[in-house]
């Protein structure tokens, strides 16, 4: 039995003066990728993830086995660089990127999910 694996490659915005980014389809994904912006206020990122159809987005905690309970995932800024999404941060429908600071222009970020 063979298994159909692709990817979807996606920009998402987060605009001047805010934190959070716009949403991203993960659903059907199992791992995913994204290029940080040359330029970024926030040193990490953090994610908001949507498990239910017209639900809420909550942000994404590793799982307590993994490490200390209520450890936030995160990603650091690296300018430019294409960044390995945790993998905890997926399993739901949707997500959206969090800056730790409100962005002093308009940040586009480069998002790749892969089943």
Not at 55 to 80: I, K, Q
Request: charged share 15%; glycine share 8%.
């Amino acid at each position: 039995m063979s298994t159909t694996r692709y990817s979807v490659g996606e920009e998402v915005t987060i605009a001047s003066g805010q934190t959070t980014s716009g949403a991203f389809s993960t659903a059907d994904f199992a791992w995913g990728e994204v290029t940080f912006p040359a330029a970024l206020t926030g040193t990490t990122i953090s994610y908001l993830k949507q498990t239910k159809k017209d639900g809420a987005f909550t942000p994404v905690y590793y799982p307590s086995p993994m490490v200390e309970a209520d450890t936030l995932v995160t990603s650091t800024f690296r300018a430019s660089v294409n960044t390995r999404i945790p993998d905890a941060a997926f399993g739901g429908l949707a997500m959206k990127i969090v800056s730790a600071s409100s962005e002093g222009a308009v940040r586009v970020f480069e998002v790749y999910c892969h089943s």
